[in-house]
């Protein structure tokens, strides 16, 4: 099983006009950076510049359809 390492990166500023980034490792390889703003979450994965985001409403959407209770 893989060893996870996730980092969080709160900006100094108003969270409310800068994205939280949380970067995410897998086994010390970048997985990806989660980044969470107002209106919606964004995944860049590792090693790639395009960035896919999803509005909040569709993430619940999703979490409820293909998450697992914790």
Do not use: K
Request: charged share 30%.
């Amino acid at each position: 099983m893989p060893v996870h390492r996730v980092e969080l990166s709160l900006p100094s500023t108003d969270i409310e006009s800068s994205d939280v980034v949380v970067s995410v490792w897998s086994d010390n390889e970048m997985l990806g950076e989660l980044r969470v703003s107002r209106s919606t979450i964004d995944w860049r994965p590792g090693h790639h510049q395009a960035v896919w985001t999803m509005e909040w409403e569709r993430f619940d959407e999703v979490m409820r359809a293909h998450g697992r209770r914790a």
